[in-house]
T-cell receptor, first 111, second 112 residues
Framework: GEDVEQSLFLSVREGDSSVINCTYT??????LYWYKQEPGAGLQLLTY?????DMKQDQRLTVLLNKKDKHLSLRIADTQTGDSAIYFC???????????FGGGTRLMVKP | EPEVTQTPSHQVTQMGQEVILRCVPI?????FYWYRQILGQKVEFLVS????????KSEIFDDQFSVERPDGSNFTLKIRSTKLEDSAMYFC??????????FGQGTRLTVV
């Protein structure tokens, strides 16, 4: 079945850029997402990208998609302490209904 | 901003008891979902619901689980006879045809 993998942990200093990586196995993935989960809160949709795109930028967030390598990344510019959270990568097939999530990457931002 | 609301935030139940987890999706959304996250594991899809019926379900969603939209605003997940391994965070989500899924803050279910 489909699988989505992420590294468990990332630590950066405030003001630096963060890059969170994700790999997936399903070549029919059409939509790829990044969700953010703060402590005690739900899953907040940050951004998403269609598989026919290579890059999407939204303010401090840049999503890069390498469809050949099935690799997705989320870059957060000028990382702030408020960005500390768990970031989940997820994918969905065009015809499908369900999201397949990675295990989440815990981002810790040090002052 | 509209949001998906889940109640309760935390539910403790004894093994073998029935629980009902409640969700109020965003109004005018038509597609509804339940996901769960066992502590330390991935968020897993359970079921999707559209037009008053289940549209897709995972292997996890066996006969002890059921979903219902009892009125125009609520979407519930019932677990008939809870097991210890049902302890998890349960997330409800909803979307309409033109948006991506919005998730609630989750209900933490603890089975003792």
């Amino acid at each position: 079945g489909e699988d989505v993998e992420q590294s468990l942990f990332l630590s950066v200093r405030e003001g630096d850029s963060s890059v969170i990586n994700c790999t997936y196995t399903d070549s029919s993935s059409t939509y790829l997402y990044w969700y953010k989960q703060e402590p005690g809160a739900g899953l907040q949709l940050l951004t998403y990208i269609f598989s026919n795109m290579d890059m999407k930028q939204d303010q401090r967030l840049t999503v890069l998609l390498n469809k050949k390598d099935k690799h997705l990344s989320l870059r957060i510019a000028d990382t702030q302490t408020g960005d500390s959270a768990i970031y989940f990568c997820a994918e969905k097939e065009n015809a499908g209904n369900m999201l397949t999530f990675g295990g989440g990457t815990r981002l810790m931002v040090k002052p | 901003e509209p949001e998906v609301t889940q109640t309760p935030s935390h539910q403790v139940t004894q093994m073998g008891q029935e629980v009902i987890l409640r969700c109020v999706p965003i109004s005018n959304h038509l597609y509804f979902y339940w996901y769960r996250q066992i502590l330390g594991q991935k968020v897993e899809f359970l079921v999707s619901f559209y037009n008053n019926e289940i549209s897709e379900k995972s292997e996890i969603f066996d006969d002890q689980f059921s979903v219902e939209r009892p009125d125009g605003s609520n979407f519930t997940l019932k677990i008939r006879s809870t097991k210890l391994e049902d302890s998890a965070m349960y997330f409800c989500a909803s979307r309409d045809s033109n948006t991506e899924a919005f998730f609630g803050q989750g209900t933490r279910l603890t089975v003792v």
